[in-house]
């Protein structure tokens, strides 16, 4: 009987180079997934960009861009649109709008999957109640939660070295960021929208010498205000004040601070819209180098010669010396019948505000 060998034992591969080969199959499968979520991703931003685009079509607005040209790979998703024109008529905002975008960045990024990034490079155009203007930035960002069957309810926005032309004159901002925040179901009392502004290193479009000691640059300029609700529906913007002033709508001014040449000021007020759809309300007004200011406010003609010298009888009598060794007032504000006054002296008048939709006289 023949009696065969038996079979060598198999060399198993050494530790090595198994881990060496497991290492590789690991990549290859967290690449391929890896792929098939950069897909979801620019599908997923595609789709989001066509229902907004729909719902915008559908309120009245025009929307055109170029086809969207997916990228961003491996670390985001982006949709890249150009020759983007964004259109509302004058039925749904006074005079209307259009807004001309050279190109348009959409931007989801590993792993911040909740947040959409809107990036807006070179030139842009924004055509609003008549007046026109021109800008870009060194950075145009927007920052906005992204929630499954919800409309964002808050944004951010970002912008490095702004740059803007307008009727007036060229404009510079160097750094700015504007925080947005709405809620639908506000009723009285309640904010419908609020929204925290900071600009810093404005360069104003005049000369540098067009307001003496202030010149032309803004250091900075803060704001913090929100709208209470309940905001109205409806496309005739009169008819909507009307129904937000009768609702008990007010704009609450929580903090304003201006600092300016050699005027800081620190501003908060309340205000809604009177009978005539004109703004009215109350609040107060801190401000230091309150001499220069009116004289260069004088100057300009935004005060007239009356108001500036009784002003100046009465500057002495409110200020009070602070700890940096300067003086500062700190007084009431109102504003009444398209007249701002300040511890009761007329300092400026204001232009009505004229609402589309109605025919009262002003």
Known sequence: MDMKPPAAP????????????????LLLLLGAGHAVLWRVMASQLEAGLATWVQIRRAQGWRVDHAAPQRGGWPFSATLTLGAVRLEGGSATLPGGMVLEAERVVLRVTLPWLHRLRVEMPGAQRLRIAGGEWRFAADELVALVPLERDT???????????????????????????LALANSSTATEGEPALAFSLVAEAVD??????????????????????????????????AQRAEAWRDGGGVLELRSLTLRWGPAELHAAATLALDAGLQPTGAGSLRLTGAGPALQALSDAGLVGRRAAGTARIMLPLMSRPTAAGATEIEVPLTIEDRTMAVARIPVMRFAPLDWPGTSAAR
Do not use: W
Request: aromatic letters at 2%; zero cysteines.
């Open 151 to 177: 409309p964002p309810r808050e944004a951010l926005l970002l912008a490095e070295r702004l740059r803007l032309s307008t009727p007036a004159g060229p404009m510079e901002v160097a750094r700015a960021n």
């Open 204 to 237: 104003l479009p005049m000369p540098a010498d067009a307001l003496g000691p202030f010149g032309r640059r803004i250091e900075t300029f803060a704001a913090d205000a929100a709208l209470s609700g309940p905001v109205p529906g409806g496309r005739v913007p």
């Open 10 to 25: 198999r060399r198993r591969r050494p530790l090595g180079q198994r881990l060496a080969l497991g290492v590789v199959v």
